[in-house]
DNA sequence: AACATATGATAAAACGTTTTGTCAACTTTT
DNA sequence: AAAAGTTGACAAAACGTTTTATCATATGTT
């Protein structure tokens, strides 16, 4: 059987509350060699906390839940790894949740992490799904739990709300800068899509690169994507028939896309065509042609959302917080300087 | 405030007990009328039960632990996927536990788990570690426990244990004998790590074949990976002085090593050299030479992992069941006929 | 009319903690 | 020697459920 906090205070001869008192280093009046006696006694008998018990007693699981719409992708099962080596840090737990985009099922997760009396949720589904409504009452619901969240990607909510963001408007120019600089003018984009705040604001990057060139920006070689390797695939086959030197694929995704896509009308990487991708996944470097492309800080954004997180679980009283962190441009091989 | 058990009885004019008893939907001999009634009420009231509380009293959690090396890893993301997935339509909850390898991590994980009064463990870390005692004194404790275990391609505990696995031995047999069957007879292997239960079946199974064609096994053409990229590479560099048409990577990752690594010596793929991997990562469908492989049903092996371990929970007393998946070859375009 | 049975619901204990106000036994001060 | 203060520890309630034995009341049987 498990051994309780009551059964070292019968072997102690002393009270349940004098143990938990010195098991949990409450300020007390307890002397320094029972304390002493109780830790070597629980250390002893294996004494290991009842959380359920702790959980009713305090209302406080020391357990967020992680809610992504999928653990396969690897950018969020890097972020998830950041928060799940944060709390293991801090001998805390984490649930993971996978909506699949369903909002329902997100709404359903949140509301099992409620019943479980979760500290904090970390929310990295950002896309307003098909079913708007039911993303929207989600949001609400979640507020209204008074719960810490913490939002990846995103920030307009209609309260304030913690969040770690990058600043994807830079991300998008200083990739386009990078493209610019090395010569290319007739430069094709495939996007995110449009109903995604990051996706947009990328894309803006984009724009004003263009701008701080003075040149004109070219609608017709923007190809709205999904960020899925399909996606860029389509937007080489809706780009064949135009003329660009340059791809800038908002993300890695549609850049592997980009590339199967563009063998296929027999044009290589970089000779014929430059391509750049957003996200720095791991196989980018890999590749045998490898991706220039713009690193996010995954796993540090993971890491800093469980220690708001946790901060906020301490301190109840605490404002929201916005981190924000930097992205990087990382040159290799898929880029190159013409003329 | 959260509305509770005792908040509806008393709405109701009713005892805790009652509505515990309907809630549950437990065999009692309440009326249909008030049955009906506290459902309506626990409806309306916006009734969460606190699990906590139901924890405690219980000592069940409704609660799995999966406890992986590395979640980044495409292999373990599809598993916990597979796992989540079930447990998501159960109205169970996943704990999710990397241990990077650490058995130290491990052992702390194994014993937060138990503290949460954890319902069953999916252990997916098959590595003896760098120090194997610890690693071993976890298979004990686990074992102590007496909770409920579902380990992933291993069987040799001391005790019968649930467990998920593929016939190994058959999946090196079967891509061998691909190759044979293309024509090549000078063969090279880049293996796992021989310490590992899977991948000397594997190699036992490639051994197999050969004998099957009354062939000589030449060792001089193995080389002992670690499963990573790198030590494809690695591989690559001590066969280049071999003679050898063909290279069975025995994981995917090694298989992009091997890639780049006969890139590096201007021989490609598959016209110099053919090139077999095992796993199906899902990217070795969309590489530029779409990758000859072996495939595990790993989604379905977490999706079954979950459900031995929850019918486990329910009851105490059924016996171990080992689980056994097919593996497939994946032909693509990484393998070719010679002579 | 007396007893047996069926029906509907409840009282109360228990799960293992945490926490606060209280208490007894010393020690110091007056 | 009485009062005041200090020290060390504890009693008891509470958290929100589940569960079992029990209790009225109503219905049926002889």
Redesign the interface.
């Known amino acids: 059987m498990k051994v309780t906090i009551t059964d070292i205070a019968q072997a102690a001869g002393l009270s349940p509350a004098t143990v938990s008192l010195v098991l949990n280093n409450r300020p007390s009046r307890i002397s320094e060699s029972t304390k002493k006696r109780i830790k070597v006694l629980a250390q002893e008998m294996g004494y290991?906390?009842?959380?359920?018990?702790v959980?009713?007693r305090t209302?406080r699981?020391y357990?967020i839940g992680?809610i992504v719409p999928?653990?396969?992708n690897?950018h969020y099962?890097?972020y998830?790894?950041g928060l799940?080596?944060f709390c293991?840090e801090m001998?805390w737990?984490?649930?993971?949740?996978?909506t699949n985009q369903s909002p329902l099922?997100e709404k359903?997760?949140i509301?099992?992490l409620?019943?479980?009396?979760i500290d904090g949720i970390a929310l990295a589904t950002t896309a307003p799904y098909a079913d708007n409504s039911i993303y929207t009452s989600n949001r609400e619901l979640l507020l209204s739990m008074k719960i810490p969240i913490v939002q990846s990607d995103l920030t307009n909510y209609k309260e304030p709300i913690n969040a770690v963001v990058c600043d994807h408007e830079k991300g998008g120019y200083i990739a386009t800068l990078h493209l610019l600089s090395l010569g290319h003018r007739k430069i094709a984009f495939i996007t995110g899509p449009s109903s995604l705040e990051a996706a947009q604001s990328r894309l803006n990057g984009c724009k004003r690169a263009f701008k701080s060139y003075n040149l004109k920006w070219n609608d017709s070689l923007v190809y709205e994507g999904d960020y899925t390797?399909e996606s860029g695939l389509n937007g080489i086959d809706y780009l064949c028939d135009k003329e660009f030197t340059a791809v800038f694929a908002l993300n890695d995704s549609m850049a592997?896309?980009v590339?199967?896509g563009l063998?296929k009308y027999n044009l290589s990487v970089p000779e014929d065509i430059s391509v750049i991708g957003y996200d720095d996944h791991?196989?980018s470097a890999?590749l045998?042609v490898p991706l220039t492309t713009i690193r996010q800080p995954v796993y540090e954004m993971g890491k800093e959302a469980a220690r708001i997180l946790i901060h906020a679980a301490e301190h109840p009283d605490t404002k929201p917080v916005i981190t924000s962190f930097e992205l990087k441009l990382i040159v290799r091989k898929s880029t190159r300087k013409i003329n």
């Open positions: 290991r906390p009842n959380f359920a018990a959980n009713l209302s699981s357990t992680l999928d653990i396969r690897d099962a890097t998830a790894k799940e080596d293991q001998n737990s984490m649930i993971l949740c996978t099922r359903q997760y509301e099992a409620y019943a479980k009396n390797y592997y896309g590339y199967n063998s791991f196989l890999i045998t």
